[in-house]
T-cell receptor, first 117, second 109 residues
């Protein structure tokens, strides 16, 4: 089946620094990828939809200048958390849609645990 | 606005007992509804989709438009069913998913 990877799996950074998280589709080309954020004991919240070759579409309330998304190729999307604050600490999950597969199916990455100190 | 509600944070049942995980939704159009499962230390994966009307690992879910519900059921729970279950709605905005808060199912021997 389709596999999505994320790197790193966990990262610790200091306040004020930026951190980049990668999401890769390993065996398919993903024209659309999604970024979610999961708070402790809460649901996944959609942050943005990333389309290859175009600007990401951000959900209401998500700061696009803080959470920079780049989908430069059909197998890679990156999320950069800029000027990180402790409240940005969270679990970030990406998913990718395989346009050659079932229209509705998304494949999820394992997630990245971000801790901002 | 679209919303998915899973009223139970935790559901604990004995092995062999029936289980029902509740999911209610609000959506003005025709929703596409899904159940996703996350086993311990594993990634989120699709369990089933309402249109497929299939049974996966003994689980079924029926869309009830009158009650705006999509409850997940299994007649005889197994210990390996212990996991986090998320109900999700796919609206009109390009395949993005709106998740409920999840229900943690614990099946004890």
């Amino acid at each position: 089946g389709a596999v999505v990877s994320q790197h790193p799996s966990r990262v610790i950074c200091k306040s004020g620094t930026s951190v980049k998280i990668e999401c890769r589709s390993l065996d398919f080309q993903a024209t659309t990828m999604f970024w979610y954020r999961q708070f402790p004991k809460k649901s996944l919240m959609l942050m943005a939809t990333s389309n290859e070759g175009s600007k990401a579409t951000y959900e209401q309330g998500v700061e696009k200048d803080k959470f920079l998304i780049n989908h430069a190729s059909l197998t890679l999307s990156t999320l950069t958390v800029t000027s990180a604050h402790p409240e940005d600490s969270s679990f970030y999950i990406c998913s990718a849609r395989d346009p050659s597969g079932r229209l509705y199916e998304q494949y999820f990455g394992p997630g990245t645990r971000l801790t901002v100190t | 606005a679209q919303r998915v509600t899973q009223p139970e944070k935790l559901l604990s049942v004995f092995k062999g007992a029936p289980v029902e995980l509740k999911c209610n939704y609000s959506y003005s159009g025709s929703p596409e509804l899904f159940w996703y499962v996350q086993y311990s230390r594993q990634r989120l994966q699709l369990l089933l989709r309402h249109i497929s009307r299939e049974s996966i690992k003994g689980f079924t879910a029926d869309l009830n438009k009158g009650e705006t519900s999509f409850h997940l059921k299994k007649p005889f729970a197994q210990e390996e069913d212990s996991a986090m279950y998320y109900c999700a709605l796919m609206g009109a905005s390009g395949y993005a998913l709106n998740f409920g808060k999840g229900t943690s199912l614990l099946v004890t021997p």
